[in-house]
Antibody
Framework: EMQLVESGGGLVQPGGSLRLSCAASGFSFSRAWMHWVRQAPGKGLEWVSVIKSDGRDTSYADSVKGRFTVSRDNAKNTVYLQMNSLRVEDTAVYYC??????????????WGQGAMVTVSS | DVVMTQSPLSLPVTLGQAASFSCKSSQSLVHSDGNIYLHWFQQRPGQSPRRLIYKVSNRDSGVPDRFSGSGSDTDFTLNISRVEAEDVGIYYCAQCTHWPPYTFGQGTKLEIK
């Protein structure tokens, strides 16, 4: 079964840091691009970041650029999201999602269950 | 950035009746390779999103054939031929042609009358 499992969410104060992990199984992780998408409470979906299969190329939403860093370890089948200088408005469920696993060049084909990040004092 | 606009925001439908969701983009979604990277997602209450349709009209594995997608250029539609209780949730479109950023519509909430 193709699966993504996020971990690392929690409560953090404004200005703090948190690292999310997303472990993949059941598919060829090293060949897939990986995304992070977030959803603030009661709101819609917002794309956050993407990392290509070899980890050399990354892109970010303007709202997180310079504060968040995506990385991956293909030996561990895991993608990470390092979140620094967190703001109250970063409070959301963070999903990892694969790209091109089921069908080539088709994004967001498999989703994890999400990790809740709450930024509050 | 490409803006995705969905309508209506709320869609009450009687069980067994059809439902239609609209998604419009602020610019053409035709990629230089000729493909249109417009996808549809379903998010049931309390669950993660799930992709239903990729590249306008292709159903993902396991998606019932009562779901269909159509459209071109800037105007796209998701149809459900006969709504079932399990279809309740929020439906999102997303464009993956012009990135970054990838952009989602604001969602349409399907509810049963």
């Amino acid at each position: 079964e193709m699966q993504l499992v996020e971990s690392g969410g929690g409560l953090v104060q404004p200005g703090g840091s948190l690292r999310l992990s997303c472990a993949a199984s059941g598919f060829s992780f090293s060949r897939a691009w990986m995304h992070w998408v977030r959803q603030a409470p009661g709101k819609g979906l917002e794309w956050v970041s993407v990392i290509k299969s070899d980890g050399r190329d990354t892109s970010y939403a303007d709202s997180v650029k310079g504060r968040f860093t995506v990385s991956r370890d293909n030996a561990k089948n895991t993608v990470y999201l390092q979140m620094n200088s967190l703001r109250v408005e970063d409070t959301a469920v963070y999903y990892c999602a694969s790209d091109g696993v089921r069908v080539e060049f088709s994004a967001f084909d498999i989703w994890g269950q999400g990790a809740m990040v709450t930024v509050s004092s | 950035d490409v803006v995705m606009t969905q309508s209506p925001l709320s869609l009450p439908v009687t069980l067994g009746q059809a439902a239609s969701f609209s998604c419009k983009s602020s610019q053409s979604l035709v990629h230089s390779d000729g493909n249109i990277y417009l996808h549809w997602f379903q998010q049931r209450p309390g669950q993660s999103p799930r992709r239903l349709i990729y590249k306008v009209s292709n159903r993902d594995s396991g998606v019932p054939d009562r779901f269909s997608g159509s459209g071109s250029d800037t105007d796209f539609t998701l149809n459900i031929s006969r709504v079932e209780a399990e279809d309740v949730g929020i439906y999102y479109c997303a464009q993956c042609t012009h990135w970054p950023p990838y952009t989602f519509g604001q969602g349409t909430k399907l509810e049963i009358k």
